[in-house]
């Protein structure tokens, strides 16, 4: 059995599937399962992360736990993630965290949470990736009402994931045994930057879309609205800045872990491109 958080997720949500299309048994976590809308045979029970006891009933017979942290606040991460960590491992032998690169800087929530799955006694495989493709989703609703994209940092170069890569790694790291104690950096086959994206998008829904830059300040007060966090915002901020002068990485651990090369942005677009008709 493995136990899937974050199961109605980007990441959660393609690899319920991908599990649920293997056959293996999946338990997905969900604070609402009547509205989780997972495939049919799926198990889905309640339980909330920020409860860590909410968990306890649900680990009988699981092997592996994916683990996704919900809060960018690392105050709650250092309150919670110890006791969430620990009450995965009294049971569950094996934990798949979808960290961050971030996590290299050890005060950050991604950071306290993989310390919090290394001292759980679990093993454990962390999985590092760079920003998700279905980050630009947030531009869905000005791509519907016109054709301009304002948004701050056109030039930021990124290596952006399709969840679908993440979750087939994620995948591997749950029922084989090759990635414990790995931190796998995880990108997108190249880097493209942001006004390119959203070209990348008109092209898959048959228009001409255009950047407009948005000022940092204002770009501030939108993300940190959407965020509920104005730490984070800055933090987004200045690594899209960062990323202008210098592109994102680009990893290859994707072919390596599944054996095809990652998705590239385009792919995405069209694969969701529906989102933004
Ligand atoms: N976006 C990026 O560029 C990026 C890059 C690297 C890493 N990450 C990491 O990826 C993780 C998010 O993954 P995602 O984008 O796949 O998720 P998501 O689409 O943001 O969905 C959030 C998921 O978390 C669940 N959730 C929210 N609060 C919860 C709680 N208190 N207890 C239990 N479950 C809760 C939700 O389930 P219910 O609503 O059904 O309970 C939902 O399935 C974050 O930790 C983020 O740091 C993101």
Known sequence: MILVT???GTVGRELVSI????????????????????????EVVAADLTEPASLAPHLTGVHAAFL????????????????????????VPRIVYLSAP???????FWGIV?????????????LRPTGFAANTLAWADQIRAGDVVRWPYGGAARSLIH???????????????????????????????QEEQVRAIGRVIGRELRWAEMPRDEAHAMLAGAFGDAAFADAALDGWAAFVDRPEQVT????????????????????????FR
């Open 252 to 275: 290859t651990t994707v072919e390596s872990v599944t054996g095809h090369p990652a998705r590239p942005y385009g792919q995405w677009a069209a694969d969701h491109a529906d989102a």
């Open 19 to 42: 599990l649920a299309a293997r056959g293996e048994p999946v338990r997905a976590v969900s604070r609402n399962p009547a509205a989780a809308g997972l495939p049919a045979g799926v």
């Open 68 to 91: 996704i942290w919900p809060s960018t606040d690392p105050v709650l991460a250092r309150r919670l993630a110890p006791e969430v960590a620990r009450t995965l491992a009294a049971r």
């Open 114 to 126: 993989e310390r919090a799955v290394e001292e759980s006694g679990a093993d454990w495989a962390f």
């Open 6 to 8: 974050g199961a109605t």
């Open 102 to 108: 971030g996590a290299e800087q050890p005060e950050s």
């Open 163 to 193: 969840e679908r890569d993440i979750a087939e790694v994620a995948a591997a790291a749950l029922t084989t045994d090759g990635h414990l104690g790995a931190r796998h950096l995880l990108s997108g086959p190249a880097t493209v930057i």
